[in-house]
């Protein structure tokens, strides 16, 4: 496991933006997947965006073509910009790193969350 801190949350108007930021204690760079979550008030969690070791994004549709994730592993830091901002991605954000145990992917370790709040 690795220890993930997320960062970069607050309260933003409707079509701001904002970075989240999540920085890992150890290697988040070969073999693993990052992932950002989201979990809003009486809904289930749900993935936003995942990037690969490769580099291989993907993106829920809800967020396709606002967010946009990045990695940079010489800082063993993941990155969600959030663009045009709305009021439903009002959420608590949570990254987490991913990998594949049996044939299985699972996160093994998981940030504490940052809250995202967009309201005017």
């Known amino acids: 496991q690795v220890q993930l801190v997320e960062s970069g949350g607050g309260l933003v108007q409707p079509g701001g933006s904002l970075r989240l930021s999540c920085a890992a204690s150890g290697d988040i760079s070969s073999r693993y997947t990052m992932d950002w979550y989201r979990q809003a008030p009486g809904k289930q969690r749900e993935l936003v965006a995942a990037?690969?070791?490769?580099?291989?994004?993907r993106y829920a549709d809800s967020v396709k073509g606002r967010f946009t994730i990045s990695r940079d592993n010489a800082k063993n830091t993941v990155y969600l910009q959030m663009n045009s901002l709305k009021p439903e991605d009002t959420a608590v954000y949570y990254c987490?790193?991913?990998?594949?145990?049996?044939?299985?992917?699972?996160?093994?370790?998981w940030g504490q969350g940052t809250q995202v709040t967009v309201s005017s």
């Open positions: 987490a790193r991913g990998t594949v145990v049996g044939g299985r992917y699972e996160n093994d370790s």
């Open positions: 990037i690969t070791s490769m580099d291989y994004t």
